[in-house]
C-alpha cells in the first residue's frame, strides 16, 4: 500500500513559481509511475503530467508544456513538480497518483493510489 501527501501549494501571483511535491511512504516507490492531476471548482480533475515509473520519460498537458516540470527523486520516496510563469488558469487542487509500473499515463482511472490534494491559488 502506497500513502501519499501533497505539499507546497498557495497563493501567488501571476507569472510567479511554486513547486509542488508528493511524499510517498513505502519502500516500492520506484516502482510507481508518478502523476499529477488538478481539479478546478465545477471541472472535471484533469492530467497535468506525469513520469514513467523509471523516470526516463515525462509527458504534459499542453496547456501547462514549456512551464511545468516533473521529477522523481526515488532517495527520497518524492515526486515533485516545479510550475513557473502560473496563470491563474492554472488555480485548482493538485493531486498527486501513483501507478504501479506505469509509463506515466493521462488516464486518473490508471493509477491506484491518491493523494488528498493541495491548494494552488494563482491571483492576477
Known amino acids: 500500500q502506497v500513502q501519499l501527501v501533497e505539499s507546497g501549494g498557495g497563493l501567488v501571483q501571476a507569472g510567479g513559481s511554486l513547486r509542488l511535491s508528493c511524499a510517498a511512504s513505502?519502500?516500492?516507490?520506484?516502482?510507481?509511475?508518478m502523476g499529477w492531476f488538478r481539479q478546478a471548482p465545477g471541472k472535471e480533475r484533469e492530467f497535468v503530467a506525469a513520469?514513467?515509473?523509471?523516470?526516463?520519460?515525462?509527458y504534459y498537458a499542453d496547456s501547462v508544456k514549456g512551464r511545468f516540470t516533473v521529477s522523481k527523486d526515488n532517495a527520497k520516496n518524492t515526486v515533485y513538480l516545479q510550475m513557473n510563469s502560473l496563470k491563474p488558469e492554472d488555480t485548482a487542487v493538485y493531486y498527486c497518483?501513483?501507478?504501479?509500473w506505469g509509463k506515466g499515463s493521462q488516464l486518473p482511472s490508471e493509477y491506484e493510489h491518491w493523494g488528498q490534494g493541495t491548494q494552488v491559488t494563482v491571483s492576477s
Open positions: 513505502g519502500r516500492t516507490f520506484s516502482t510507481y509511475a
Open positions: 497518483a501513483a501507478d504501479l
Open positions: 513520469i514513467s515509473w523509471s523516470g526516463s520519460s515525462a
